[in-house]
């Protein structure tokens, strides 16, 4: 008998609506080219280039030797959470509990569950444009209203807080703000932080307060969490985790400080998907927490350097202009008077120059117009790499005079 050949696979309609982080495409892009051949510089991806730090390492090798290799509690391992409880506590100002806080596989789950446990249909959603992608993507995913905030340049990549005011409505659920940020570096400052909390007032609104670049603050700056506003901590849900600051990107864990009724959605959500993080990697957790910090304290500095090099670098090429950020590990320089749509240009640097980095409207698209370069390489790297750009400025002049 003949088998049937076709099957038509069919997706849920939802799966249409989810969207994705663009960087990882391109580095599959980047990826293919260097098979072939090519020389890449990867100014793309957001990962720190420094190792893990070794007492870190130490400690997830001896919790493996120890048998820490089970399932564990769905919201994390109690020593782990008070320990995340103490230090949010100390670094925000505020009394957190164990019981506030929950541990998940990387910063980004706690965008998942915060809006697949908030947001029903028609509830609208407010999150920074440009920002990161996976916000937007996972607002359309539940079918909620994405409601875009413009980050612009003559601002600092601040946020406006009249315009916040004017899209907050009555179907607001949530708000999202990301400090420093992704992919602006752009840093809200303590009084841009308490104008917010001033707009939102009293109403009954949550935030998802995105700090995973916290301890990624350059020139003496220090981090303000929407959380230490009086009366902000119980609408507040803070993402933070371990991938940035202690270059644990591979490690997959990340947590969320959040008022106690959402703690059990959490939960449930995470007995739904992941059961719970690797227990091994949970003790790793608590040993980059209370051991030195002296590693992200160099890694911090040699960043800054990184930013200051780059920056001043990416300002000499011909249309290009770059803020100066102030955290993460960002430049996000405007391109427009190359003429050059930034797409365009960023697959023309890919290309031609061997140059991987991020087309602006990956996040969103008041991104338009900007490219991300992500400094987390080499000073040699960089300098390369602007050097590289320098040089064929003059032909992308020539192509765009060619197609007039
Ligand atoms: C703003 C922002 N939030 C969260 C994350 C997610 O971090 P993680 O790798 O821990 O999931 C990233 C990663 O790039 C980010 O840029």
Redesign the pocket.
Known sequence: MERATQYQLQLARRMSRLGTETAFEVLNKARALERQGKSIIHLEI?EPDFDTPSNVIEAAVDALHKGWTHYGPSAGLPELRQTIADYVSRTRGVKVSSDQVVVVP???PI?FFAILSLIDEEDEVIYPNPG?PIYESMIDYVGGRAVPIRLREDRDFSLDVDELASLITNRTKLIII?SP??PTGGVLQRRDIEQIARVIGDRNVMILS?E??SRLLFDGAQHFSIMSVPGMQERTIL?D????TYAM?GW?M?YGVMPEGLVEAFEKLMVNSCSCVASFTQRAGIAALRGPQEPVEAMVAEFRRRRDAICAGLNQVPGFHCLVPGGAFYAFANIKGTGMDSKQLADYLLYQAGVSCLDGGCFGEYGRGYIRFSYANSMANLMEAVDRITKVSPRWEDSLVASR
């Not at 985790?241 to 940035?244: E, H, L, P, R, T």
Request: glycine share 24%; hydrophobic share 25%.
């Open positions: 957001g990387g910063g980004k965008m990161f990301n940020q992704n995105d995973i670049y993402l985790g371990f991938s940035k990107t997959r990340g």
